[in-house]
């Protein structure tokens, strides 16, 4: 393995804030910027977007009107003889439904956390070193695949090969999740200072106590602080397959409005964001602590 520390030549500093320097980079930024204008022209063109088809009919003006009309008025009773007749109340099914999209959340994060951390570790050039460059390629290569699907088109893969099951929807956030943290812990573990791994390293320390010792314990609080951000997002993604049929509040939701009971939804949906207010709220603070 190699810690070798990647230092910048003395005075390249001085050499990039010169006022040469500076023109080359708006003029660089300048031409990003056109570039990025230039192609979102070109995408509107191709998909002949226009403003008017956003303007609804008379029909979509009633029914847009009876559902943001039911956003102050969400329902706290069930709008359904059937939702009554389960002998639950609406309050507390969509407690129960959140409840079910933490469980989810949580599960699918644990399994893509222990994934992301291996495969971090495997696709780190730092730590791997150029004799075993074809594994990292290899690893890089698997965490791009695992990222690059979207867990709703995972989700339609897993059910259409292994069928309804709680570990599908598991498997469909885990999956994407391992991609996008073994990316993450790989760029944050290459990105730590090794002076620390370089000292032990000097002192005979063995490459595993170097990482253990020198590398990891300052790379864990960005690394847990990425996780907590993720948390928020697999939240989203288990509520959002419970159009899928699974018990989450994204299964409740399609149910009530495909059923027109838009004071049902709302309420849903007000469950939906305090969660992810509480979670949002509660990872901040978390994350300020471990990154200060």
Not at 95 to 116: D, E, K, N, Q
Not at 205 to 223: E, K, N, Q, S, Y
Not at 243 to 263: C, D, K, M, R, V
């Amino acid at each position: 393995m190699s810690f070798e520390r990647r230092l910048e030549p003395r005075g390249g500093s001085a050499r990039r804030d010169g006022p040469g320097s500076r023109l080359g980079s708006f003029a660089t930024g300048g031409l990003i910027l056109a570039a990025l204008v230039l192609a979102a022209l070109w995408s509107a063109w191709r998909l002949q977007l226009d403003p008017a088809d956003l303007l609804p009919d008379r029909g979509g003006l009633r029914l847009a009107g009876e559902f943001f009309g039911r956003a102050l008025r969400p329902a706290l009773h069930f709008q359904s003889d059937w939702g009554a007749a389960g002998g639950d109340s609406l309050l507390r099914q969509a407690l129960r439904a959140a409840g079910a999209t933490v469980v989810f959340a949580a599960t699918a994060l644990s399994v893509a956390v222990v994934g992301g951390f291996v495969l971090g570790f495997l696709g780190s050039t730092r730590l791997m070193g150029r004799r075993l460059a074809p594994v990292v390629a290899v690893v890089r290569v698997l965490a791009n695949v695992l990222r690059s699907v979207h867990e709703l088109i995972w989700a339609v893969l897993l059910l259409a090969a292994l069928g309804h099951g709680p570990g599908v929807a598991v498997a469909a956030i885990a999956l994407p999740y391992t991609g996008v943290l073994a990316k993450i812990f790989g760029e944050l573990i290459d990105e730590t200072p090794t002076d620390a791994a370089d000292a032990l390293g000097l002192a005979g320390a063995p490459p595993a106590a170097r990482f253990a010792v020198g590398i990891l314990p300052r790379a864990l609080p960005d690394m847990l602080a990425y996780t907590f951000y993720r948390f928020e997002c697999a939240l989203r993604s288990s509520a959002v397959l419970g159009f899928f049929g699974f018990p989450t509040l994204g299964y409740h939701l399609a149910a009530s409005f495909e059923n027109l009971y838009y004071g049902e939804v709302w309420t849903y949906l007000y469950v939906l964001l305090v969660l992810v207010l509480v979670v949002d709220w509660w990872s901040g603070r978390l994350r300020r602590e471990l990154v200060s």
